[in-house]
């Protein structure tokens, strides 16, 4: 497949299907996410794979997802967003719960910070964030080739996620990245065309 048309082809999915995703797709997509650039050339990314039902209902319980979602003050907290950003989440915060249960596959991408995200004080420090995220694209664009789909979470509860995942203090979660075939009732929500052009500045930004 040629690369623009992986490029074209990746796509955020939160419905998928039944169909088991297999190991080699797993291990194909983390070997090409290691190929990604890192800002000292360590790499200092693990990843833990997850299928069973029981971690993925710990995760869900870490994160408190069992909560009803409330649609009504949702559309309220939304109401003056722009619409495609509104769409995303008035579709993507109900699903929480049922995309992480119902993907075949689980991924949390874990990373080593050079200086921990909350004491960052220069997008500098962020570096190891920047890299881990190269590796996150590395990771969904393999899978895109395979005709497999993520979606990336960020946990709000990165304690209780490391805890119940048995990830040393020192590293951070990146993100879970539910990943699997997509549904056929699986939504592919808009996206804002850009003017490329209009995004380029030369020499300084005027």
């Not at 995760?59 to 907290?77: A, F």
């Not at 995309?99 to 500098?124: D, Q």
Request: proline letters at 4%; one cysteine or more; glycine letters at 4%.
């Amino acid at each position: 497949m040629e690369f623009k048309e992986v490029l074209e082809r990746r796509r955020t999915i939160r419905d998928f299907s039944d169909r088991d995703v297999t190991p080699d797709i797993i291990m194909n997509a983390i070997e090409n996410g290691f190929k990604a650039p890192s800002y000292n050339h360590l790499r200092d990314w693990e990843f833990v794979v997850i299928r069973s039902s029981a971690t993925k209902i710990m995760l869900i319980d870490s994160e408190e997802l069992g909560k009803p979602v409330d649609m009504g003050e949702l559309n309220r907290i939304f109401e003056n967003e722009e619409a495609v950003k509104k769409e995303m989440y008035l579709d993507a915060i109900p699903k929480q719960k049922k995309m992480i249960l119902t993907a075949p596959v689980v991924v949390a991408v874990i990373f080593k910070p050079k200086t921990r995200v909350e004491e960052a004080r220069r997008v500098y420090d962020l570096n190891c964030l920047a890299s881990v995220w190269a590796c996150i694209e590395n990771f969904l664009l393999s899978l895109a080739e395979q005709d497999v789909f993520g979606v990336t979470y960020i946990p709000q509860n990165t304690a209780s996620v490391k805890e119940k995942l048995g990830v040393p203090g020192e590293y951070e979660i990146a993100a879970l990245i539910p990943v699997g075939y997509k549904a056929d009732s699986a939504k592919a929500l808009r996206q804002i065309d850009i003017d490329v052009q209009k995004r380029i500045h030369y020499e300084r930004w005027d």
